[in-house]
């Protein structure tokens, strides 16, 4: 079973930039599918993107592409989130998840990161 840690947290103001991290462990992961997802309260977890360590093939959520990257060091088995731009309605906590099948869903999760946007 995979473990995944989220890093990089916390209180910004609007219009600033946060980059998330989520390293992971306890496997190989080099052909899974690792994605970002976010949820903020008294709403439904979104998916905002996801990569293939394998190729680095990404997927975004339309709305927030531009402003969201994500990115993946295979070395490291870490995944990373670049977020510009920050809105107060990007508050959420964040989860990263990986898969190593690629047409299902995800296998695993990690405990989260909050991420504040303040006005």
């Known amino acids: 079973q995979a473990q995944l840690v989220e890093s990089g947290g916390g209180l910004v103001q609007a219009g600033g930039s946060l980059r998330l991290s989520c390293t992971a462990s306890?496997?190989?992961?080099?052909?899974?599918?690792m994605g970002w997802f976010r949820q903020a309260p008294g709403k439904e977890r979104e998916f905002i993107a996801s990569i293939i360590f394998r190729g680095g093939v990404t997927n975004y959520r339309n709305s927030l592409k531009g402003r969201f990257t994500i990115s993946r060091d295979n070395g490291k088995n870490t995944v990373y989130l670049e977020m510009n731009s920050l809105k107060p309605e990007d508050t959420a906590t964040y989860y990263c998840?990986?898969?190593?099948?690629?047409?299902?869903?995800?296998?695993?999760w990690g405990q989260g990161t909050q991420v504040t946007v303040s006005s």
């Open positions: 306890g496997r190989t992961f080099s052909g899974d599918r």
């Open positions: 998840a990986t898969t190593r099948f690629l047409g299902g869903g995800y296998e695993d």
